[in-house]
């Protein structure tokens, strides 16, 4: 408790302040209060002493005549008339030999016996009294042992006259040497009085120092207040400030030295929030800068491919309509063609990839039987120098994903590890592996959630990068290798799969002595599902299909595709027009095939006419690239099946029998022999 006080008091400037202060305060009220009772204590006790001093002499006086002839009865008055006052507890008057002539005390209320004249003792006044009476006619007082009572002593004077008026004042009196001793007289005050206005002049005092102290704590309190709330403004303030909550005034409360410090960091404010602005416009400046050249360098980049493979496919095209159809180079130059142009689409799909637009349908599934079929096939592909390694752990958890994109991350890895060792050979060593991720695990980042991961990792033993390179090696169209080796969306790429997985991958590498990347893939708990269906043979059907796309080309090698499927096709160029088809006989067809992109009505608005006039229509969206709000949109639809373009004959011919066995789910397989509007007819164009 009171290292808390103690801390809270060192980190208090205001409670500091008015302790100091109400301390302060207090020492001054006490000592004010010490000083006027000890004042006025003894103005009381001197005022006690002068008035019962003054009383004596007035009774010394008034007591000669009674004193000179021992009358008691000439006594009665004097003592009667000093009785009056309220302090007085005991009056004696004695002879001049110190026998006591009479007497009265308070608590009796009545004269004493006068003595017995036989003894002459009683009543004997102490010799050192009786000589300081002789010694001095003024009155004086003795204090007794008790301290509850005062004596106060004085001569009985008498004389043969009075010489003038100040005779009938006590001392002086009397010419010198004209004073004759005849008695003395005594009187006992009691201080019970003095000590009762003692005691309410100390609760006076005390009040009057509890007062100016509540007082003088308030002005003090009010003052700090004054002086705290503005500094306390004035750091809530800069912690805003330092939050980075730039531009925020603080009000300026006063005109003295605090409000001078507010408006100085209102000034420091603003200049910041001045020059957080400047520097936002210069970052700005900056990415719009790095995009541009990005740009540039893709563009660069996909101009150099897509040259390259444009010029085959020119290059093979050009010599297929010189050679004559009995040439025997013919079907060779047929699958040039055909590579060239799966080329073409791969670099598309890598771009999308990239930009995070392609469309991969992602299950549970294993990475292992992944991994060993893709080891299988770079294993052909990479040079004899160079030894294969790996370490895959086995009954290890699925990973959400795509097959097609596992086996894309490890080729590219596993090709950039065979090109750093292509010179001098080495070891490629591929691992699999499954830990757990914690919270607080330096190897979580941002992006990632804490859980169970499996690691993929691959090693070389090349020449490893340095740090410049390293930090780039994820950039787009970076690549260290020559012109024409490499586009550089390898590892681009691969870093774009991964964080769309919600994993992240890591580089470790020295100069001269290799490099290692190190995958996570977050686990599920599902089961990994069954591999999708594959047909030995194109699948064929008799449906009549309404086939729409804008470009003319595309719809004529479409329709002659699907004619061979044995499919009866009713073709359009026009959105437009393949709905007033569509309308004019809504029961002539078994399923739509659109392109998306198209001018004055989309393939999904198409899609959504179709489906009001026929609801159990089922529908198959054609399209260069997809993202979540598309699919969505077709999920929503009630689309059956998603086709990337550039269009393959096989999985045209799979998505077409799964979306006529199943049009409520898309991509989902099975004949549909239920179809009431399964009907053969003519091909229309």
């Known amino acids: 408790m009171q290292l808390t006080f103690l801390k809270f008091f060192k980190k208090k400037f205001g409670i500091k302040i008015f302790l100091s202060g109400a301390c302060l305060i207090f020492i001054i009220s006490s000592s004010f209060t010490a000083f006027f009772y000890h004042y006025q204590s003894k103005s009381l006790t001197e005022a006690l ?4 001093l003054l009383l004596t002499g007035i009774l010394a006086y008034n007591s000669k005549i009674g004193v000179f002839s021992e009358n008691e009865e000439l ?3 004097p003592v009667d008339g000093i009785f009056q006052q ?37 009543g004997l006044i102490e010799p050192r009294i009786v000589a300081k009476l002789r010694a001095s006619a003024s009155p ?6 008790n301290k509850n009572k005062v004596e106060f002593w004085s001569s009985v004077v008498a004389s ?33 009085l003095l000590n009762k206005m003692l005691s309410v002049l100390l609760v006076k005092s005390v009040l009057i120092g509890i007062i100016f102290l509540i007082v003088g704590s308030g002005i003090i309190y009010f003052a700090v207040k004054r002086i705290v709330n503005p500094l306390n403004t004035l750091i809530k303030g800069v912690e805003t400030l330092g939050r980075g909550n730039f531009g925020e005034n603080v009000p300026i409360e006063t005109e003295d030295e605090i409000g001078n410090l507010a408006m100085a960091f209102n000034q420091m404010s603003e200049s910041l929030l001045r020059r957080e602005t400047e520097k936002k416009q210069l970052e700005e400046r900056l990415r719009h800068s790095q995009r541009m050249e990005t740009v540039g360098t893709l563009a660069g980049g996909i101009a150099h491919d897509f040259n390259n493979i444009l010029g085959i496919i020119m290059g093979y095209a050009e010599i297929a309509s010189t050679t004559p159809l009995e040439k025997t180079d013919m079907p060779r130059i047929l699958r040039e063609i055909l590579k060239a142009g799966t080329r073409a689409k791969d670099l598309v799909q890598q771009i999308l990839i990239f930009s995070r637009q392609g469309y991969q349908e992602r299950n549970p599934l294993l990475i292992k039987p992944l991994v060993e079929e893709a ?19 086995s009954r290890l958890s699925p990973v959400l994903s795509d097959p097609s994109q596992i086996h894309q991350v490890l080729m590219n890895l596993c090709t950039n590890a065979g090109h750093a060792m292509q010179d001098g ?26 859980g169970r991961y499996q690691v993929l990792t691959v090693s070389d033993t090349g020449t490893g990068m340095d740090a410049s390179v390293k930090e780039r090696i994820f950039d787009p169209f970076f690549t260290t290798k020559g012109p024409g080796k490499g586009t550089g969306l390898g590892l681009s790429v691969v870093h774009g799969i991964i964080r769309s997985h919600g994993g992240k991958i890591n580089c470790y590498s020295v100069p001269g002595k290799g490099a290692t990347f190190q995958v996570y893939f977050p686990t599920v708990k599902e089961e990994p599902s069954e591999k999708p269906d594959k047909f030995d043979s194109i699948p064929r059907g008799r449906e009549r299909i309404l086939f729409v796309d804008d470009e003319a080309a595309l719809v004529d090698i479409s329709e002659q595709m699907l004619q061979s499927f044995g499919y009866h096709v009713v073709a359009r160029t026009s959105s437009i027009e393949a709905l007033e088809a569509f309308r004019t006989k809504p029961d002539q067809f078994d399923l739509l095939i659109t392109d998306n992109i198209m001018p004055n009505m989309t ?79 003519h091909n229309e164009r």
Do not use: W
């Not at 001049?96 to 002459?120: F, I, V, W, Y």
């Open 160 to 192: 043969s006259g009075y010489g003038s008026a100040e005779s009938l004042f006590i001392e002086n009196a009397l010419p010198p040497g004209k004073e004759r001793i005849i008695g003395f007289v005594r009187i006992t005050v009691g201080k019970s």
């Open 425 to 450: 050979g080495g070891v490629l060593e591929v691992k699999l592996d499954e830990g757990e991720i914690s919270a607080g695990d330096p190897d979580l980042s941002v992006n990632m959630q804490p």
């Open 75 to 77: 006594l009665r008055n």
């Open 603 to 681: 393939g999904v608005e198409l899609a959504k006419e179709i489906k009001r006039i026929r609801p159990d229509m089922p529908v198959i969206l054609c399209t260069g690239f997809s993202d979540t709000v598309m699919e969505e949109t077709a999920k929503a639809l009630g689309i059956a099946g998603l086709i990337m373009k550039p269009i393959i004959r096989g999985n045209m011919a799979g998505v077409i029998r799964r979306a006529l066995g199943h049009g409520e789910e898309m991509g989902t397989a099975g004949p549909n022999p239920n179809n009431p509007h399964t009907r053969a007819g």
């Open 140 to 145: 004086f007082y003795l204090e007794k042992e």
């Open 86 to 122: 309220e302090e007085i507890v005991e009056v004696s008057i004695y002879d001049l030999n110190g026998r006591l002539l009479t007497k009265r005390e308070r608590s009796e209320m009545q004269h004493a016996k006068k003595p017995d004249k036989a003894d002459k003792t009683v």
């Open 49 to 52: 002493i002068q008035n019962n």
């Open 375 to 393: 080891l299988r096939m770079i294993g052909v592909s990479l040079p004899a120098a160079i030894e294969i390694r790996h370490n895959l752990k």
